[in-house]
């Protein structure tokens, strides 16, 4: 076996977060995989004042800013997909809480990939020309904008471009369905910009619905798109996504999917959420309890299911990772 | 509606399928959730069998299985992918590269060049300093990049005159610009959106001046109820005709897509 870097939630987010801290969040966009069980820790612990680097806006980000907990945030979508506008971070947006910096959903992961490859810019051929580029929410008097995306000559063409900055965030929490002990991780499902996220941010904490045998990594070395050697720590955590869906293991929580956004809309509703979904458990198994057996039961009837087949037999049962894991029962 | 025909289909069943017409059989095409994947997906159900879907989550040659999907990383569109990539792969390798041949966007305001703003509502103009806008609106997410990369792009939006403004607040997703060349001095490998397609009809750029005008009424729209519930003088096409109906074999295909009847609800 190899070193296990497996530690508590609690653990990674006393050790790994700060308030003020520029904070990424690994996801596939908002309906899919995102370790939204790591931002309900964040508040858990009073973090604030966040710098959010989010390629898509989640229930992450929606439940922290609508909490307050962040200031500042860059994404390339804001919403919730078909669920609708997300509300916690609309409301951030519109009173003036939290600055937004628009990108799209191409330039965020061009920003990562500057950042991972140490570029001290990446060259733009989208979102030059429209307001992405104009319009600042981080300097707003810089009109048209030259800070954010500014202009850059192509120096074999002679054609005017934009220059993206590069990201690399302090710390991205990157979930994934499958992690071993180390921290080798495979992703089902898109991985939406978590490869480029992996690389880019300082730290990499992966939190995972299921930890496997390291003889499974062995068997589909390929497949391992954020490898152990940059991973910081390993955070087991069943339906981390959860209200989310992590395809091979569950579907997205539609009741709670409308229900948290609706919730985060009002100042009463996110203090009622944050007591009852967020400070409402102390470990793994009062969360499940939480979501509700029943309810565990019927999202894992996934369509998706089958993606998780080749891999099932080396899932680790909890007794075992509570043995690779200091302070287990701290969670 | 019943007016044209004696088929009855609600007007976003009609705007589905007249986008969905657009696509050609073979073309890569790229999708967003909602309404543009349910005029994508019909035209692979109706005539387009071959055409090769993406979305830009990275998820290639996969249907909706069990329902709309919530979102194009969905688990319902994730069931019988044949592959799983990445943002940067599908909107950069595919679309920004300039080998998509055609996306379909939705738009809360679109003007008169085609510019789509779907960032936020603000009161009145922006002005010089940045400020929050009075409604947030979702961003700009891929369909800035497609609009910038895809061949030709299709624009999805309720007619309703506060959505066809003379100017948007804010340019999310670049038409025309400021219409004529304007555009072509970014150098997009796109060549711009070729199509607004409405609630109410269909509405295509001048050739020249890359100014909208109207190009198709639906059965159960007129050319002065558009222009009605268009925020800008809109000119109307020598060539202007009235678009087909629906055909029987068209919206059944569209409602073995639409299972949910997400179109029929208003």
């Known amino acids: 076996m190899t070193r296990s870097k497996l530690i508590s939630l609690s653990e990674a987010v006393r050790r790994f977060t700060w308030d003020g801290m520029q904070y990424a969040s690994g996801a596939a966009l908002p309906v899919g995989s995102d370790a939204i069980i790591f931002g309900r820790e964040l508040l858990r612990q009073g973090r604030k004042d966040l710098h959010a680097v989010f390629h898509c806006n989640t229930q992450q980000l929606n439940l922290l800013a609508a909490a307050g907990a962040v200031t500042k945030a860059e994404c390339g979508f804001a919403a919730l997909e078909v669920y609708g506008f997300a509300n916690g971070l609309r409301r951030a947006v519109e009173s003036g809480r939290l600055a937004l910096e628009d990108y799209s959903n191409l330039s965020m992961p061009l920003r990562l990939l500057g950042g991972a490859l140490n570029w001290p810019f990446v060259p733009a051929t989208v979102n030059i020309g429209s307001d992405l580029q104009y319009r600042s929410a981080f300097a707003p008097d810089d009109y048209p904008a030259r800070s954010k995306i500014p202009e850059v000559t192509d120096p074999f063409s002679g054609r005017v471009i934009g220059a993206l900055s590069p990201l690399k965030p302090e710390l991205a929490a990157i979930h994934v369905p499958l992690a071993d002990p180390e921290g080798n991780s495979i992703i089902l499902g898109t991985e939406w910009s978590r490869f480029e996220l992996s690389r880019a941010a300082k730290r990499v904490i992966v939190v995972a619905d299921a930890i496997v045998d390291t003889a499974c990594i062995r068997q589909y070395p390929n497949l391992v798109r954020i490898p152990g050697l940059i991973v910081e720590a390993v955070v087991y955590w069943p339906f981390a996504a959860w209200p989310q869906s992590s395809p091979g293991q569950y579907d997205s929580d539609e009741e709670h999917m409308k229900f948290m956004n609706k919730a985060l809309a009002t100042e009463e509703g996110t203090a009622a959420y944050i007591r009852d979904f967020v400070e409402s458990y102390d470990g793994i198994e009062s969360y499940l309890d939480r979501i509700g057996r029943e309810k565990i039961a019927a999202l894992s009837q996934s369509v998706t299911s089958f993606l998780l087949d080749p891999y099932r037999k080396w899932i680790l049962p909890p007794e075992e990772i509570a043995q690779l894991q200091p302070s287990a029962e701290a969670a | ?266």
Request: aromatic share 8%; charged share 20%; net charge neutral.
């Open chain 2, 1 to 266: 509606m019943s007016e044209g025909g004696s088929l009855e289909y609600s007007r976003q069943e009609m705007m589905a399928i007249a986008t969905g017409r657009e696509i050609r059989d073979g073309e890569l095409a790229i999708f967003g959730v909602g309404l543009s994947m349910l005029a994508g997906y019909f035209a692979k159900a109706c005539h387009a069998p071959n055409v090769r879907v993406m979305t830009e989550g990275g998820v290639y040659g996969a249907t909706p299985a069990g329902g709309l999907p919530w979102g194009i990383e969905c688990n319902r569109i994730s069931a019988n992918a044949t592959s799983f990539t990445s943002a940067l792969d599908a909107l950069g390798f595919l679309v920004a590269s300039g080998r998509c041949d055609v996306g379909i966007v939705g738009a809360a305001q679109v003007d008169k060049f085609g510019n789509v703003n779907t960032t936020g509502i603000w009161d009145g103009e922006i002005g010089p300093r940045y400020r929050p806008p009075k409604t947030r609106l979702p961003g700009a997410g891929g369909a800035n990049d497609i609009a910038c990369g895809a061949k030709r792009l299709l624009i999805m939006a309720a007619h309703e005159r506060k959505r066809f403004a003379e100017k948007v607040s804010y340019i999310s997703s670049p038409g025309y610009l400021e219409g004529g060349a304007a555009r072509s001095r970014f150098g997009f490998p796109g060549g711009g959106p070729s199509a607004i397609v409405t609630t109410l009809g269909i509405l295509r750029p001048n050739a020249k001046t890359k100014e909208f005008e109207l190009a198709a009424w639906f059965p159960f729209s007129s050319i002065e109820e558009i222009k009605a519930n268009t925020g800008w003088d809109l000119k109307v096409s020598a060539e202007a005709h009235i678009a087909a109906a629906p055909t029987e074999i068209e919206l059944a295909a569209l409602r073995q897509v639409d299972e949910t009847g997400a179109l029929r609800k208003n």
